[in-house]
Protein backbone atom coordinates (compact mmCIF):
# COMPACT_ATOMS: atom_id res chain seq x y z
CA UNK A 1 0.00 0.00 0.00
CA UNK A 2 1.40 3.08 -1.10
CA UNK A 3 2.43 5.82 1.50
CA UNK A 4 0.34 9.08 1.59
CA UNK A 5 1.90 11.79 0.01
CA UNK A 6 3.96 14.01 1.88
CA UNK A 7 2.19 17.37 2.80
CA UNK A 8 3.24 21.22 2.05
CA UNK A 9 2.16 22.99 5.89
CA UNK A 10 2.26 25.81 7.05
CA UNK A 11 3.06 27.43 10.34
CA UNK A 12 1.91 30.91 11.34
CA UNK A 13 3.95 31.79 14.89
CA UNK A 14 5.36 35.41 14.28
CA UNK A 15 8.70 34.80 16.96
CA UNK A 16 9.69 31.40 16.16
CA UNK A 17 13.43 32.09 15.70
CA UNK A 18 13.82 34.56 18.42
CA UNK A 19 12.03 34.09 21.87
CA UNK A 20 12.71 31.23 23.86
CA UNK A 21 9.67 29.53 25.59
CA UNK A 22 8.02 25.90 25.20
CA UNK A 23 5.60 27.04 22.53
CA UNK A 24 8.17 27.64 20.17
CA UNK A 25 10.87 24.83 21.27
CA UNK A 26 7.84 22.49 20.57
CA UNK A 27 6.75 23.91 17.56
CA UNK A 28 10.60 24.17 16.37
CA UNK A 29 10.68 20.27 16.96
CA UNK A 30 7.43 19.20 15.77
CA UNK A 31 8.88 20.74 12.13
CA UNK A 32 12.24 19.30 12.35
CA UNK A 33 10.70 15.56 12.86
CA UNK A 34 8.05 16.51 10.21
CA UNK A 35 10.68 17.61 8.12
CA UNK A 36 12.62 13.98 8.68
CA UNK A 37 9.07 12.06 7.57
CA UNK A 38 9.36 13.87 4.23
CA UNK A 39 6.46 16.54 4.96
CA UNK A 40 7.70 20.24 3.95
CA UNK A 41 7.05 23.28 6.51
CA UNK A 42 7.64 27.04 6.11
CA UNK A 43 6.92 29.70 8.62
CA UNK A 44 5.26 32.90 8.87
CA UNK A 45 6.99 34.33 11.16
CA UNK A 46 8.61 37.90 12.27
CA UNK A 47 11.25 40.00 11.00
CA UNK A 48 13.63 41.14 14.05
CA UNK A 49 17.22 42.81 14.37
CA UNK A 50 18.13 39.19 14.14
CA UNK A 51 16.31 38.10 11.34
CA UNK A 52 15.35 40.76 9.29
CA UNK A 53 14.61 39.15 5.37
CA UNK A 54 12.95 36.43 4.21
CA UNK A 55 15.31 33.09 3.76
CA UNK A 56 16.00 29.93 4.71
CA UNK A 57 16.59 28.78 8.31
CA UNK A 58 17.55 25.46 9.68
CA UNK A 59 16.69 23.98 6.32
CA UNK A 60 13.06 25.75 6.70
CA UNK A 61 11.55 28.32 4.59
CA UNK A 62 10.83 31.84 6.68
CA UNK A 63 8.61 34.47 5.00
CA UNK A 64 9.21 37.42 7.43
CA UNK A 65 6.98 40.03 8.05
CA UNK A 66 7.67 43.96 9.97
CA UNK A 67 6.74 43.40 13.72
CA UNK A 68 6.44 45.18 16.81
CA UNK A 69 7.67 43.89 20.04
CA UNK A 70 5.32 42.81 23.17
CA UNK A 71 5.99 44.81 26.18
CA UNK A 72 7.83 42.65 29.15
CA UNK A 73 9.75 40.12 26.40
CA UNK A 74 12.96 41.67 26.00
CA UNK A 75 11.90 42.77 22.88
CA UNK A 76 12.30 39.45 21.63
CA UNK A 77 8.53 38.25 21.36
CA UNK A 78 7.52 40.27 17.75
CA UNK A 79 3.62 40.40 16.54
CA UNK A 80 2.91 41.00 12.87
CA UNK A 81 0.11 42.09 10.87
CA UNK A 82 0.66 40.56 7.48
CA UNK A 83 -1.77 41.62 4.44
CA UNK A 84 -4.18 39.00 3.46
CA UNK A 85 -2.77 39.51 0.03
CA UNK A 86 1.04 38.35 0.64
CA UNK A 87 -0.39 35.66 2.97
CA UNK A 88 -2.36 34.42 0.29
CA UNK A 89 0.29 34.68 -2.71
CA UNK A 90 2.92 32.94 -0.16
CA UNK A 91 0.17 29.85 0.07
CA UNK A 92 -0.14 29.72 -3.78
CA UNK A 93 3.35 29.72 -4.37
CA UNK A 94 4.08 27.35 -1.65
CA UNK A 95 1.12 24.80 -2.84
CA UNK A 96 0.16 24.96 0.88
CA UNK A 97 -2.30 22.02 2.04
CA UNK A 98 -2.44 22.64 5.87
CA UNK A 99 -1.93 25.85 7.78
CA UNK A 100 -1.33 25.43 11.27
CA UNK A 101 -1.73 28.34 13.61
CA UNK A 102 0.51 27.94 16.57
CA UNK A 103 -0.40 31.13 18.92
CA UNK A 104 -3.25 33.65 19.55
CA UNK A 105 -1.73 36.60 17.46
CA UNK A 106 -3.06 39.15 14.52
CA UNK A 107 -1.47 36.78 12.57
CA UNK A 108 -3.25 33.44 13.35
CA UNK A 109 -6.36 35.40 13.09
CA UNK A 110 -5.75 36.55 9.56
CA UNK A 111 -3.84 33.25 7.89
CA UNK A 112 -7.06 31.26 9.42
CA UNK A 113 -9.41 33.88 7.12
CA UNK A 114 -6.73 33.39 4.23
CA UNK A 115 -6.97 30.30 4.33
CA UNK A 116 -10.88 29.20 4.50
CA UNK A 117 -11.23 31.60 1.17
CA UNK A 118 -8.68 29.60 -0.05
CA UNK A 119 -10.19 25.90 1.01
CA UNK A 120 -7.13 25.32 3.10
CA UNK A 121 -8.15 22.98 6.14
CA UNK A 122 -6.41 25.43 9.47
CA UNK A 123 -5.15 23.22 12.15
CA UNK A 124 -5.31 25.56 15.38
CA UNK A 125 -2.96 25.00 18.55
CA UNK A 126 -3.58 25.33 21.99
CA UNK A 127 -0.17 26.95 23.54
CA UNK A 128 -1.59 30.39 25.30
CA UNK A 129 -3.11 30.98 28.75
CA UNK A 130 -4.21 34.87 29.59
CA UNK A 131 -2.07 34.62 32.85
CA UNK A 132 1.03 34.40 30.41
CA UNK A 133 0.36 38.02 29.02
CA UNK A 134 -1.71 39.97 31.88
CA UNK A 135 0.19 38.46 34.99
CA UNK A 136 2.42 41.40 35.03
CA UNK A 137 -0.05 44.19 34.97
CA UNK A 138 0.59 45.74 38.33
CA UNK A 139 -3.30 46.79 38.71
CA UNK A 140 -4.74 43.01 39.98
CA UNK A 141 -8.50 44.52 39.52
CA UNK A 142 -7.88 44.89 36.02
CA UNK A 143 -6.40 41.18 35.07
CA UNK A 144 -9.80 39.48 35.75
CA UNK A 145 -11.10 42.05 32.56
CA UNK A 146 -8.25 41.63 30.74
CA UNK A 147 -8.09 37.88 30.73
CA UNK A 148 -12.08 37.74 29.77
CA UNK A 149 -11.13 40.00 26.82
CA UNK A 150 -8.07 37.35 26.05
CA UNK A 151 -10.35 34.62 26.31
CA UNK A 152 -12.96 35.80 23.84
CA UNK A 153 -10.64 36.43 21.54
CA UNK A 154 -9.29 33.37 21.42
CA UNK A 155 -11.93 31.95 20.31
CA UNK A 156 -12.45 33.96 17.41
CA UNK A 157 -9.33 32.53 16.16
CA UNK A 158 -10.03 28.79 16.78
CA UNK A 159 -13.40 29.89 15.08
CA UNK A 160 -11.62 29.80 11.74
CA UNK A 161 -9.98 26.42 12.41
CA UNK A 162 -11.21 22.62 10.89
CA UNK A 163 -9.32 20.47 13.70
CA UNK A 164 -8.13 22.26 17.59
CA UNK A 165 -5.02 20.46 19.17
CA UNK A 166 -4.85 20.56 23.06
CA UNK A 167 -1.07 19.62 24.53
CA UNK A 168 -3.13 18.41 27.70
CA UNK A 169 -6.41 17.69 29.38
CA UNK A 170 -6.35 20.26 31.47
CA UNK A 171 -5.76 22.89 28.24
CA UNK A 172 -8.71 21.25 26.42
CA UNK A 173 -11.21 21.72 29.61
CA UNK A 174 -9.87 25.96 29.53
CA UNK A 175 -10.81 26.32 26.13
CA UNK A 176 -14.00 23.85 26.40
CA UNK A 177 -16.30 27.14 25.34
CA UNK A 178 -14.92 27.24 22.36
CA UNK A 179 -14.82 23.78 20.97
CA UNK A 180 -18.83 23.77 19.33
CA UNK A 181 -17.89 20.84 18.08
CA UNK A 182 -15.20 20.87 16.20
CA UNK A 183 -12.95 17.97 15.68
CA UNK A 184 -10.49 17.83 18.30
CA UNK A 185 -7.15 15.74 19.78
CA UNK A 186 -4.88 15.91 22.98
CA UNK A 187 -1.52 15.55 21.64
CA UNK A 188 1.16 16.58 23.97
CA UNK A 189 4.07 18.43 23.05
CA UNK A 190 6.16 15.59 23.97
CA UNK A 191 9.74 14.94 25.10
CA UNK A 192 12.96 13.78 22.90
CA UNK A 193 13.63 10.55 25.60
CA UNK A 194 16.81 9.95 23.26
CA UNK A 195 17.81 12.74 23.91
CA UNK A 196 16.67 13.87 27.90
CA UNK A 197 18.25 10.37 29.37
CA UNK A 198 19.21 9.72 32.98
CA UNK A 199 22.81 10.48 33.37
CA UNK A 200 25.52 12.43 35.07
CA UNK A 201 27.60 15.15 33.67
CA UNK A 202 29.41 17.30 35.57
CA UNK A 203 30.50 19.89 33.29
CA UNK A 204 27.55 22.23 33.75
CA UNK A 205 28.56 22.18 37.42
CA UNK A 206 32.20 23.02 36.23
CA UNK A 207 31.19 26.23 34.32
CA UNK A 208 28.91 27.45 36.99
CA UNK A 209 31.44 27.07 40.02
CA UNK A 210 29.15 24.15 41.46
CA UNK A 211 31.07 21.40 43.60
CA UNK A 212 30.71 17.92 42.01
CA UNK A 213 29.45 16.87 46.35
CA UNK A 214 26.63 19.82 46.18
CA UNK A 215 22.67 18.92 46.54
CA UNK A 216 21.90 20.95 43.00
CA UNK A 217 18.65 22.34 42.49
CA UNK A 218 17.17 22.94 39.12
CA UNK A 219 14.96 25.57 37.74
CA UNK A 220 14.49 26.22 33.62
CA UNK A 221 12.26 28.62 32.67
CA UNK A 222 11.48 32.51 31.98
CA UNK A 223 11.57 34.49 34.49
CA UNK A 224 8.33 36.44 34.26
CA UNK A 225 5.49 37.03 36.76
CA UNK A 226 3.18 33.84 36.04
CA UNK A 227 6.51 31.45 36.52
CA UNK A 228 6.38 32.41 40.66
CA UNK A 229 10.39 32.14 41.02
CA UNK A 230 10.43 34.40 43.97
CA UNK A 231 8.49 32.00 45.78
CA UNK A 232 11.78 29.41 44.89
CA UNK A 233 13.95 31.63 45.89
CA UNK A 234 12.64 32.74 48.88
CA UNK A 235 12.46 28.97 50.20
CA UNK A 236 16.29 28.57 49.73
CA UNK A 237 17.17 30.05 52.76
CA UNK A 238 15.38 27.65 54.69
CA UNK A 239 17.09 24.85 52.52
CA UNK A 240 20.91 26.05 53.08
CA UNK A 241 19.66 26.32 57.04
CA UNK A 242 19.74 22.68 56.95
CA UNK A 243 21.70 22.05 53.68
CA UNK A 244 24.67 24.00 53.42
CA UNK A 245 25.84 22.51 50.56
CA UNK A 246 22.35 23.18 48.45
CA UNK A 247 22.80 25.34 45.65
CA UNK A 248 20.03 26.69 42.96
CA UNK A 249 20.50 26.87 39.65
CA UNK A 250 17.88 29.22 37.88
CA UNK A 251 18.44 28.66 34.05
CA UNK A 252 16.83 30.81 32.07
CA UNK A 253 16.27 34.66 31.19
CA UNK A 254 13.81 37.16 31.56
CA UNK A 255 12.97 40.94 32.36
CA UNK A 256 12.71 40.13 36.29
CA UNK A 257 16.08 38.96 36.19
CA UNK A 258 17.75 41.70 37.94
CA UNK A 259 15.31 42.07 40.83
CA UNK A 260 15.51 38.31 41.49
CA UNK A 261 19.01 38.67 41.76
CA UNK A 262 18.37 41.89 44.54
CA UNK A 263 16.01 39.28 46.37
CA UNK A 264 18.86 36.85 46.43
CA UNK A 265 21.04 39.46 48.22
CA UNK A 266 18.45 40.57 50.43
CA UNK A 267 17.57 37.54 52.07
CA UNK A 268 21.33 36.18 51.91
CA UNK A 269 21.72 33.47 49.35
CA UNK A 270 23.36 35.14 46.99
CA UNK A 271 26.38 32.67 47.21
CA UNK A 272 23.91 29.88 47.03
CA UNK A 273 21.52 31.02 43.93
CA UNK A 274 23.21 30.63 40.53
CA UNK A 275 21.66 33.35 37.38
CA UNK A 276 22.63 31.09 34.10
CA UNK A 277 20.85 33.35 31.77
CA UNK A 278 19.73 31.23 28.77
CA UNK A 279 22.17 28.44 27.94
CA UNK A 280 22.80 26.81 24.10
CA UNK A 281 20.56 23.22 23.63
CA UNK A 282 23.85 21.54 24.51
CA UNK A 283 24.01 23.33 27.70
CA UNK A 284 20.77 22.77 28.68
CA UNK A 285 20.90 19.08 28.14
CA UNK A 286 24.30 19.17 30.72
CA UNK A 287 22.18 21.36 33.31
CA UNK A 288 19.61 18.64 33.62
CA UNK A 289 22.35 15.97 33.70
CA UNK A 290 24.29 17.49 35.83
CA UNK A 291 21.15 18.60 38.85
CA UNK A 292 19.76 16.74 41.25
CA UNK A 293 15.82 17.68 41.67
CA UNK A 294 14.25 20.15 39.38
CA UNK A 295 11.27 22.81 40.77
CA UNK A 296 8.61 24.10 38.98
CA UNK A 297 6.94 26.87 40.83
CA UNK A 298 4.77 28.14 38.13
CA UNK A 299 1.43 29.69 38.65
CA UNK A 300 0.20 29.16 34.70
CA UNK A 301 1.09 26.25 32.59
CA UNK A 302 -1.01 24.15 29.30
CA UNK A 303 1.60 21.38 29.95
CA UNK A 304 4.78 22.37 31.20
CA UNK A 305 7.56 21.30 28.71
CA UNK A 306 11.02 21.76 30.98
CA UNK A 307 8.73 19.48 33.67
CA UNK A 308 8.76 16.44 30.68
CA UNK A 309 12.56 17.08 30.09
CA UNK A 310 13.28 16.50 33.44
CA UNK A 311 11.06 13.41 33.99
CA UNK A 312 12.79 11.94 31.37
CA UNK A 313 16.31 12.79 32.55
CA UNK A 314 15.23 10.82 35.49
CA UNK A 315 14.56 13.66 38.05
CA UNK A 316 12.35 13.92 40.82
CA UNK A 317 10.09 16.61 40.29
CA UNK A 318 8.63 19.66 42.54
CA UNK A 319 5.70 21.23 41.11
CA UNK A 320 3.66 23.95 42.57
CA UNK A 321 -0.18 22.78 42.70
CA UNK A 322 -1.23 25.84 41.23
CA UNK A 323 -4.92 25.77 39.57
CA UNK A 324 -4.25 27.81 36.39
CA UNK A 325 -0.68 24.69 36.03
CA UNK A 326 -0.94 21.33 34.19
CA UNK A 327 1.92 20.25 35.22
CA UNK A 328 0.61 19.28 38.67
CA UNK A 329 -1.00 16.46 36.99
CA UNK A 330 2.73 15.18 36.44
CA UNK A 331 3.56 14.25 40.02
CA UNK A 332 2.58 10.54 40.20
CA UNK A 333 5.27 9.25 43.06
CA UNK A 334 7.52 10.56 40.95
CA UNK A 335 7.88 14.17 43.33
CA UNK A 336 6.38 16.23 45.26
CA UNK A 337 3.55 19.19 45.13
CA UNK A 338 3.55 22.32 47.30
CA UNK A 339 0.83 24.89 47.45
CA UNK A 340 2.30 27.89 45.13
CA UNK A 341 3.49 30.59 47.87
CA UNK A 342 4.23 28.07 50.58
CA UNK A 343 7.91 28.32 51.00
CA UNK A 344 8.11 26.05 54.07
CA UNK A 345 6.33 23.36 51.89
CA UNK A 346 8.99 23.69 49.04
CA UNK A 347 11.79 24.14 51.59
CA UNK A 348 10.44 20.39 53.21
CA UNK A 349 9.94 19.16 49.20
CA UNK A 350 13.31 20.20 48.13
CA UNK A 351 14.79 18.52 51.70
CA UNK A 352 13.15 15.74 51.47
CA UNK A 353 15.30 14.77 47.91
CA UNK A 354 18.60 15.56 49.49
CA UNK A 355 18.06 11.65 50.36
CA UNK A 356 19.76 9.95 47.72
CA UNK A 357 17.70 6.32 48.26
CA UNK A 358 14.37 8.70 47.55
CA UNK A 359 16.19 11.26 45.17
CA UNK A 360 17.21 7.85 42.87
CA UNK A 361 13.60 6.16 43.66
CA UNK A 362 11.80 9.50 42.70
CA UNK A 363 13.85 9.58 39.37
CA UNK A 364 13.14 6.51 37.80
CA UNK A 365 9.51 6.53 38.49
CA UNK A 366 9.75 10.22 36.40
CA UNK A 367 11.92 8.48 33.80
CA UNK A 368 9.21 5.42 33.50
CA UNK A 369 6.52 7.99 33.10
CA UNK A 370 8.61 10.48 30.53
CA UNK A 371 8.49 7.54 27.91
CA UNK A 372 4.47 7.59 27.51
CA UNK A 373 5.34 10.90 26.20
CA UNK A 374 7.47 10.69 23.98
CA UNK A 375 7.96 12.98 20.94
CA UNK A 376 7.48 10.86 18.24
CA UNK A 377 4.31 9.44 18.87
CA UNK A 378 3.06 13.04 19.46
CA UNK A 379 4.34 13.83 15.58
CA UNK A 380 2.81 10.83 14.53
CA UNK A 381 -0.67 11.67 15.82
CA UNK A 382 -0.23 15.44 14.61
CA UNK A 383 0.35 13.86 11.19
CA UNK A 384 -2.73 11.67 11.34
CA UNK A 385 -4.62 15.01 12.38
CA UNK A 386 -3.13 16.63 8.69
CA UNK A 387 -3.93 13.38 6.82
CA UNK A 388 -8.10 13.79 8.21
CA UNK A 389 -8.22 16.97 6.53
CA UNK A 390 -6.56 16.55 3.52
Known amino acids: MALPRPLRIAMICDPISDYVAGVFVSTWRFAELLKAKGHTVIFIAAASPEHPEDGVDSGF ?8 PLPKSEGAWRIILPRPKYLKDIFKKERIDIVHLLI ?5 MIAGRV ?22 VPIKALRS ?23 TEFARECLKKHLN ?5 VITNGVHTDMFVPKRDMEFRAQHSTSESAYV ?14 TLIKAFPKVVAKNANAVLWIVGAGHMEG ?10 VADAVRFTGKVSDADLLRSYHAADVFVLPSLAELEGMVVLEAMSSGLPIIIADAEQSASRFFVQDNGSLFSPFDTDAL ?3 ILKYADVTERERAGAKSRELALGFDIHQSVNKLQEVYYSLV
Open 104 to 108: PTPSS
Open 259 to 268: EMKELAKEID
Open 61 to 68: MMYRFRSV
Open 347 to 349: AGA
Open 181 to 185: GKKQA
Open 217 to 230: VLYVGRLHPEKNVE
Open 145 to 167: PLNASFDRYMGLIYKSADYLIFP
Open 115 to 136: AREMHIPVVAHSHAQPENTFMH
